[in-house]
C-alpha cells in the first residue's frame, strides 16, 4: 500500500530534550515536506526537499532541521524542543513537487507536546 | 504574497442538502488551487484541483469546485451531502514555488 508513515504518532517531552521524528514514504516520490498544524492557523510549511540531499526553508523553520540522505526518508529534528513548538505535525510526499501541482501524500500525523 | 482565506470557521448542513465551503485567494499570476480532507486522527486526503482549462473542476467523493477568476474564489461544492463528509476542509494554493499555501480550514457538520 502506498503511504507515507511518520513516528511516533504520539510525543510528550520536556524543554531542551532533543528528538527526532521520522517520515518515510515508499512511493519512490521526489518531493517532500513538514508541516505543523495549529488552531486557528492551519498548516504551515517547515521545510521541504526536493531531492536527496537537496532541502529548503518553509514559512516556520526555526527551530527545526531536517536532512535527506535517502530518497525514502526525511526525518525532522527538533535540537531543543520548546514549549512554542507543540503542535501536530505533518509529513507529506508528492512525485514532482508543488510546482506540478501532483497532490500531495500525508502522513497520519506526530502530536508533539514539549512541557 | 500569496494567501488563502477560508472565511468560515465551520458549516453546518443537514444531510442530503446541497454544501458550500468558501474559499478565496490572493496572489499574484495563475493560481494552482486545491481542496483537501482532514478525517479525524487522519493526515489529509486530496480532494482536488484547479490548474486551468474548465472553471468546474469535479473530484472524489462526488465533491467538486468551481474556480472564479473575478472573484479570486475557488469554493467547494456537493449536492447532496453524507454524514460522513464532516471532517475539516482545507484550501489550499501555489503559484510556482515549491510552497504549498492552505487556508486556516472549515469544519464541516452534516447532521442526520
Known amino acids: 500500500e502506498a503511504q507515507v508513515t511518520q513516528n511516533p504518532r504520539y510525543l510528550i517531552t520536556v524543554t531542551g530534550k532533543k528528538l527526532t521524528v521520522t517520515c518515510s514514504q515508499n512511493?519512490?516520490?521526489?518531493?517532500m515536506s513538514w508541516y505543523r498544524q495549529d488552531p486557528g492557523l492551519g498548516l504551515r510549511q517547515i521545510y521541504y526537499?526536493?531531492?536527496?540531499?537537496?532541502?529548503d526553508k518553509g514559512d516556520v523553520p526555526e527551530g527545526y532541521k531536517v536532512s535527506r540522505k535517502e530518497k525514502r526518508n526525511f526525518p525532522l529534528i527538533l535540537e531543543s524542543p520548546s514549549p512554542n513548538q507543540t503542535s501536530l505535525y505533518f509529513c507529506?510526499?508528492?512525485?514532482?513537487?508543488?510546482?506540478?501541482?501532483?497532490?500531495?501524500?500525508f502522513g497520519n500525523g506526530t502530536r508533539l507536546t514539549v512541557t | 504574497a500569496q494567501s488563502v482565506a477560508q472565511p468560515e470557521d465551520q458549516v453546518n448542513v443537514a444531510e442530503g442538502n446541497p454544501l458550500t465551503v468558501k474559499c478565496t485567494y490572493s496572489?499574484?499570476?495563475?493560481?494552482?488551487l486545491f481542496w483537501y480532507v482532514q478525517y479525524p486522527n487522519r493526515g489529509l486526503q486530496f480532494l482536488l484541483k484547479?490548474?486551468?482549462?474548465?472553471?468546474l473542476v469535479k473530484g472524489s467523493y462526488g465533491f467538486e469546485a468551481e474556480f472564479n477568476k473575478s472573484q479570486t474564489s475557488f469554493h467547494l461544492k456537493k449536492p447532496s451531502a453524507l454524514v460522513s463528509d464532516s471532517a475539516l476542509y482545507f484550501c489550499?494554493?501555489?503559484?510556482?514555488?515549491?510552497?504549498?499555501?492552505f487556508g486556516t480550514g472549515t469544519r464541516l457538520l452534516v447532521s442526520p
Open positions: 489550499a494554493v501555489n503559484t510556482g514555488f515549491q510552497k504549498l499555501v
Open positions: 512511493m519512490n516520490h521526489e518531493y
Open positions: 484547479y490548474i486551468t482549462g474548465d472553471n
Open positions: 526537499s526536493m531531492n536527496v540531499e537537496v532541502t
Open positions: 496572489v499574484s499570476g495563475n493560481p494552482y
Open positions: 507529506a510526499s508528492s512525485e514532482g513537487g508543488v510546482v506540478s501541482a501532483t497532490p500531495l501524500h
